[in-house]
């Protein structure tokens, strides 16, 4: 672990010349693209955490553990290695030293992410995990349900996302065909609103729009709208302690 480690192993206080924004919100908002969007515009390190559920999702799936056995699903995310690669942008997610990139976003791994992200022994680690990233990757945008309240509670400055379902449901959509995948949207809206139910209805880091959190409508406003938001409240916040103007270094490698 990096000398940096005190820096975020305590929740996100991040003194010196760390800097975590913390980005929570429902699916469909649109939440990881404005995070990397923004990570851009700062010059921070961008964390996908909705990623590292699904991989343990896809772990579960393709290993045949059923969700009711939460030791032996442990067992085999430590065993996998989750990791991300930094040199790409975004960082590209790997299990076993491979990426998994493409697998997470498939239909059977979107179908049962949610009660396999509400075990508790997994959120454990997953919050460890992503702690462990913050302390050697201490400027960091880090987008989830939890981020705010639960793993970084000091965080710099937090955002919480939110969008009707409908709206978010539309998005989808259009994300999924644009990747050459099917959508129909009366569906996806019946999968949106029970996935809120289930994140933010289980004991263990629901989804909750955490204390001291910006609190931003997307229902009406554009991608750069949104970014353009976020990127004016972060600035007036935290002034010099980010970056002005385009990034200037490799994805990654977000240094003071
Ligand atoms: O943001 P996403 O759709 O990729 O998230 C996938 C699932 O993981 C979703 O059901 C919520 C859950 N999740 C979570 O419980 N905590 C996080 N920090 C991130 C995602």
Not at 200 to 216: F, H, K, M, N, Y
Request: glycine content about 10%; charged content about 30%; hydrophobic content about 40%.
């Amino acid at each position: 672990m990096s000398a940096a480690a005190g820096a975020s192993g305590d929740g996100g206080n991040t003194a010196g010349c760390g800097v975590i924004i913390t980005i929570d919100g429902p699916a469909g908002t649109g939440k990881s693209s404005v995070a990397r969007e923004l990570a851009r515009r700062l010059g921070l390190d961008f964390l996908d955490t909705g990623a590292m559920y699904r991989a343990a999702a896809a772990i579960a799936l393709d290993r045949n553990i059923p969700i009711d056995q939460p030791r032996e699903l442990v067992e085999a995310v430590v065993k996998a290695d989750l990791r991300f690669d930094w040199t790409t942008d975004p960082p590209t997610l790997l299990a076993d030293g491979q990426s998994v990139m493409r697998r997470i976003r498939d239909a059977d791994v979107t179908a049962v992410v949610s009660p396999i992200a509400g075990i508790p022994e997994l959120r454990r680690l997953m919050v460890e995990r992503q702690r462990r990233i913050a302390a050697e990757h201490p400027r960091l945008v880090s987008e989830g349900r939890d981020q705010g309240s639960v793993v970084f509670p000091n965080a710099d400055l937090k955002f919480y996302l939110d969008a009707s379902p409908e709206i978010r449901a539309a998005r989808r959509a259009a994300q999924l065909r644009r990747g050459g995948r099917e959508a129909e949207e009366s569906v996806l809206v019946r999968e949106i609103m029970e996935r809120d139910r289930s994140d933010s209805t289980r004991a263990d880091g629901p989804l909750v729009c955490p204390q001291g959190a910006e609190r931003i409508d997307t229902s009406g406003l554009g991608f750069e709208e949104v970014v353009g938001t976020l990127e004016r409240i972060a600035r007036g916040r935290l002034g010099a302690r980010v970056r002005g103007g385009e990034r200037a270094v490799a994805p990654g490698s977000a240094q003071c």
